[in-house]
């Protein structure tokens, strides 16, 4: 399935034009035909996009240099980051665009473990920031599936969420201080390292979420946290997302802040990962309908490992789990991890897979995928959901397989009809259908249907405002 939205050019790039936004990279760093391939195509191939050129800058300079020559021409602008993005926000659909990839711009400026920050470019990749910040024996905790690729310039673009929320919030709660270049080449210089400052609006987390179409993220102070000590994590078989949720919340009442990570992974999930992810085996001994896999940390070092068991016994006796295994090693609790971390890949062996990035209040988790489950299989007999996700936080990927044997295409064309079932649901019990990948194209049309119209008023005030012009990331969001 690809989508190509419709989105006109007001006019082609003229040659002279396109001269002049090479001369401010260089023409190394200005790419076309061919060498622009990598730039327009995303992660799962939905999204097929066109530009008249790339651009790479190296600071921040040349980003305000490229936004004023691109107001003047009145040439849309489409930052991109990583290029990991899974809703289409960072693809080009205008032949007469520019593309300016931040991933030259990946130096970390600065790292103090006293003041438990860390400044960094909109290139650096995730991974690297949080390797940079565990040599100053310090943890950078934002973690997600795609950190070895993705930046720090698109995790705050889209306000990305990750395994840690659950105990240090999404992306926007990591950021003291952001510089970002406008629509008109100003750049907003509010790089502070302050964690109180009540001077005003705070102008972090208007750009933070905004997926380009607002201002270009150059430059963030991201918060640090102590190192931790000790890690202990265990993979649970249940019953049911009831039991879940009653083993959240006696972990929460018995570990605290300890717990990181609390991960729901169905049945389905592990089958398709006994199916095709090497080297993966079951940690229990027989197969249950739901597992968990819960993560505490402390910069403490001893101690939590008696309080993983403990909680676990506990939650045995009061019935909450059916079996747990307690990962002996850093080999084995990254064995678990790769159980959770490998559902995405091994779902595409098993045909085309209609997602959903959606969340509801953590209470109503088990309501929810108990009423999808049943809206989705009387829909479509034979079809295999396969939810997982961060459930300390509500969110879940409410993923639905095809039936086994049945025409991709086929299933894939029932993506609409599929999406209008679920987001119902989640409508339902006061949820969100983009829980932390954002809108971007794929679920921008759905937005008047569950904004309110007030809400939706004033953020095209505030596009407005930032962007007359409707140059940055035109067609996204809104």
């Known amino acids: 399935m690809s989508f190509r939205p419709h989105i006109v050019s007001q006019s082609a790039l003229s040659p002279a034009a396109r ?38 800058p190296g600071t921040t300079a040349e980003v305000s240099q490229i936004l004023r020559l691109a107001q003047e021409t009145k040439t849309p602008v489409v930052p991109q980051g990583g290029n990991t993005g899974l809703v289409g926000g960072q693809i080009s659909f205008d032949g007469s665009a520019v593309v300016v990839s931040l991933v030259r711009m990946n130096k970390i400026r600065e790292v103090s473990a006293e003041g438990n920050y860390m400044v960094c470019e909109a290139g650096v990749v995730l991974q690297n920031a949080q390797e940079e910040a565990l040599r100053h024996d310090r943890l950078f905790p934002l973690s997600l599936g795609a950190e070895g690729t993705c930046t720090i310039g698109g995790n705050l673009g889209s306000n990305a969420g990750g395994t840690g929320a659950l105990a240090y919030g999404v992306a926007r709660d990591l950021v003291l201080g952001l510089e970002v270049v406008l629509a008109d080449g100003r750049i907003w210089h509010g790089l502070r390292k302050l964690k109180k ?40 078989g249940l019953k049911s997302p009831k039991d879940a949720l009653s083993l959240l919340n006696l972990l929460q009442s018995r570990a605290g802040s300890a717990l990181t990570s609390f991960e729901l992974i169905a049945r389905m999930a592990m089958e398709f990962n006994f199916l095709h992810l ?103 007999p034979g079809a295999r959901p396969v939810p997982f996700g961060h459930m300390g936080d509500g969110n879940i990927h409410y993923n639905v397989s095809q039936p086994a044997g049945a025409d991709r295409a086929a299933f ?67």
């Open 19 to 56: 001269e002049r936004f090479a001369k401010i990279v260089g023409e190394k760093y200005a790419l076309t035909g061919e060498a622009m391939q990598p730039f327009l195509r995303e992660p799962r191939d939905l999204y097929e996009g066109r530009a008249a050129l790339v651009l790479k």
């Open 197 to 236: 400052d009540n001077t005003g609006y705070d102008l972090r987390h208007i750009f933070i979420g905004s997926e380009g179409t607002l201002g270009v993220i150059t430059a963030a102070v991201l918060k640090l946290f102590p190192a931790p000590r000790a890690v202990e994590a265990a993979f649970v």
């Open 278 to 380: 090497p080297g993966a085996r079951d940690p229990l001994g027989a197969p249950h309908r739901w597992y968990a896999l819960v993560e505490l940390t402390s910069p403490v070092e001893s101690g939590l490992r008696e309080t993983l068991e403990s909680a676990l016994e506990e939650a045995a006796e009061k019935n909450m789990v059916e079996d747990a295994a307690l990962a002996a090693n850093e080999a084995q609790r990254a064995a678990f991890w790769k159980l959770r971390t490998g559902i995405t890949e091994t779902q595409r062996p098993e045909g085309g897979s209609i997602k959903h990035d959606v969340s509801v209040p953590v209470a109503s988790v088990p309501a929810f995928l108990e009423e999808a489950d049943a809206a989705v299989i009387k829909l479509i």
């Open 412 to 478: 894939l064309a029932r993506w609409d009809e599929v999406n209008a079932l679920v987001h119902g649901i989640v409508a339902k019990f006061g949820g969100s259908i983009s829980a932390e990948h954002g809108i971007g194209v794929m679920k921008r049309d759905l937005l008047p249907e569950v904004k309110d119209p007030v809400e939706l008023d004033m953020m095209r005030a505030l596009k407005r405002t930032f962007d007359p012009n409707n140059i940055l990331n035109p067609g996204k969001v809104l």
